[in-house]
Nanobody
Framework: QVQLSESGGGSVQAGGSLNLSCAASGASNIDNCMGWFRQVPGKERERVAIIGRIIFPTYADSVEGRFTISTDDAKNILYLQMNTLKSEDTAMYYC??????????????WGQGIQVTVSS
């Protein structure tokens, strides 16, 4: 079993920055595809960014150039550095891990989510 725990969310003004962290534990393999998703009430969950040992960092068009996904392999931590935040970035953010190296299908493991609120 894999446990994922997000931290670093909160409230920020538009134009500001936040750095989300996701600590992976249990049977986690940091080499596997990992990613960040976000969801606003009433809308579908959106994939924000993914990364893995064989996966080049890939971003949704809406965050390209503003967000950076990375990992600390030694600490089993996934990060999402979010810069130049906009009000439309307001959402619940979720860390996720697939069961293998590829990002096909849906992730198998999810964190509990953390709120990010951007005020304009």
């Amino acid at each position: 079993q894999v446990q994922l725990s997000e931290s670093g969310g909160g409230s920020v003004q538009a134009g500001g920055s936040l750095n989300l962290s996701c600590a992976a534990s249990g049977a986690s393999n940091i080499d596997n595809c990992m990613g960040w998703f976000r969801q606003v009430p009433g809308k579908e969950r959106e994939r924000v960014a993914i990364i893995g040992r064989i996966i080049f960092p890939t971003y949704a068009d809406s965050v390209e150039g503003r967000f950076t996904i990375s990992t600390d392999d030694a600490k089993n931590i996934l990060y999402l550095q979010m810069n130049t935040l906009k009000s439309e970035d307001t959402a619940m953010y979720y860390c996720a891990q697939w069961s293998g190296l590829y990002c096909g299908g849906a992730p198998l493991y999810w964190g509990q989510g953390i709120q990010v609120t951007v005020s304009s």
